[in-house]
C-alpha cells in the first residue's frame, strides 16, 4: 500500500516536474542559435528575480500545507483549510507583483520583460501543486500544465525568428506559466468552493511554517543574488553559461525531488502513527534518493559535455569541469531536501533554519570573493563545498533528534 502510494507520487510529481522543466530545456538551444547567449542570460536573469518572487510567495505550503492536508483530508474541514490558504495566498501576491514590478522600473528601463516578469511570477504563483501534492490526485495539473505548454511552446519556431523578436520570445515563456496557472487556480477555485475561509487555517500555516519559509527563501534567494554578483563583477558570457548550467542543475534538482515529496504526505501519518515504520522508512528513501541522485549527477554531466560540444564545435573542457561541480551538488539539494522535510515533521524547524541561515550568510560573502579570487571556476567551488557542509550538518541534526526521541530524552536540539 505504502510502495503503491509512493510509486505512484513520484511518477506523478516527476511527470509534473519534467513538464515544468522539459520545455525550458529544449527552448535553450533555439533561444541561444536566434538570441544569442547573452541575450539569453539576460532573459534568465531576470526570470530568476520572478521565479524567486513566486517561491516567497509559495513562503511553506509545500511542506506545512500538503502535511496539513495529508492529515485532514479525510474529513470535511480540508476545502475549508484550502480555501483559505488560496485566499490568503491570492491577497499576498496582489501586493507583491506590483512590488517585484515597481522594483524593475527603477533598475532597468527595458519595457518589454515587464510582460514577462509578471506572467511568469502570477502563473507558479497561481499553480499551486502543492494542494494536488496532499491529495495524492496529480491527474488535473499534470494535463493543465501538458496541454498549455505544448500549444504555446509550438508558436514559438514560427514567431521567433530573429534577435529583433525578442519581445515575441519573452511573451511566449511567459505565457508557457502564466497559462496554466490561471486554469489551475480556477480549477481549485471550484474544488473548494464550498469551504469557509477560517482565520486559524491561516494563522496556523504562518506559525507552523515560518522557519521553514526563512530556510527555504534564504536557500532559494542564492540564485539571484549570485547573478547579482556576476552581472556586477564579471560579463554577460559568464551569467549566461552559469544560467545556462543552472537551467540543467535545476531540471535534475526539481525531476529528482518528487521522490522525496511525494513521501511527505505518507511521512506525515507515519510518524504520528508508528515512528518504527517512520524511521525505517526514512533509511530506505534516504538509500534510494542517495542511488538516483548520483545517476542524475553523471546523466547531467554527460548531457551538459554534449550540449557544449554541440554549441561550441569541439570539448570545452573548462566548461565540463565548471559544469560537473555545479551538477555533483544534486546529491546534497535532494537528500537536504528529504531531511528538511522530515526534521520540520519532527519539531527540528529552528535547528534547520539556524544552520541553513549559516551557510547562506557564509554564501553571500563569499561569491563576490570567489569572483574576484577565480573569476570562472570560483562560484562553482564554492557551491559544491558549502552544499555538501550543510547536507553534514543535516545528517547530525537528523541524528541528534532521532537519538532524542528513541531514547525519550527531551532535552532540545534548537
Known sequence: MILSRVVKGAVSLTALKSID???????????????GVETYGRYAYYQTFAIFAAFLTDFSYSTVGVQEIAKTKGSSGVKGFVKSVICFKVFTSLVVGPILLAFFIMVDGYEHYYALILFVYYGLCFQNAWVYQGMENYIPIIAVNAVSKVTICSFLPFIVLSVDDVDEFYLIQGLMYF????????????????????FRHINFVIKHGIDVFVYRALNASV????????????NEYLLGIYNLIIKFLSAGVNILSPVAN???PIFSEAYYNDKKIFYESFRKAMLVILSIS?????????????????????VQ??????????????VPHALNSLYTQNLNLMGGSKAVRNTVVIFI????CLVPLSLVVSPFYGIAILNCILYYLLFICLIVIFGRKRNAECSGDNVSIQ
Not at 497559462?179 to 477560517?198: A, D, F, N, Q, T
Open 262 to 264: 511525494s513521501l511527505v
Open 361 to 364: 550568510l557564509l554564501m553571500y
Open 294 to 314: 548520483i545517476a542524475s549527477c553523471a546523466a547531467l554531466t554527460v548531457a551538459g559535455t554534449i550540449y557544449f560540444s554541440y554549441e561550441f564545435d569541439k
Open 179 to 198: 497559462v496554466p496557472g490561471m486554469i489551475s487556480l480556477l480549477y481549485i477555485s471550484h474544488w473548494c468552493r464550498k469551504g469557509r475561509i477560517r
Open 317 to 330: 573542457y573548462d566548461l565540463v569541469f565548471f559544469s560537473l561541480l555545479f551538477f555533483s551538488t544534486v
Open 21 to 35: 522543466y522539459l520545455f525550458p530545456l529544449l527552448v535553450i538551444p533555439y533561444a541561444v542559435s536566434v538570441l
Open 223 to 234: 540564485i539571484p543574488y549570485t547573478n547579482q554578483m556576476v552581472m556586477m563583477l564579471s
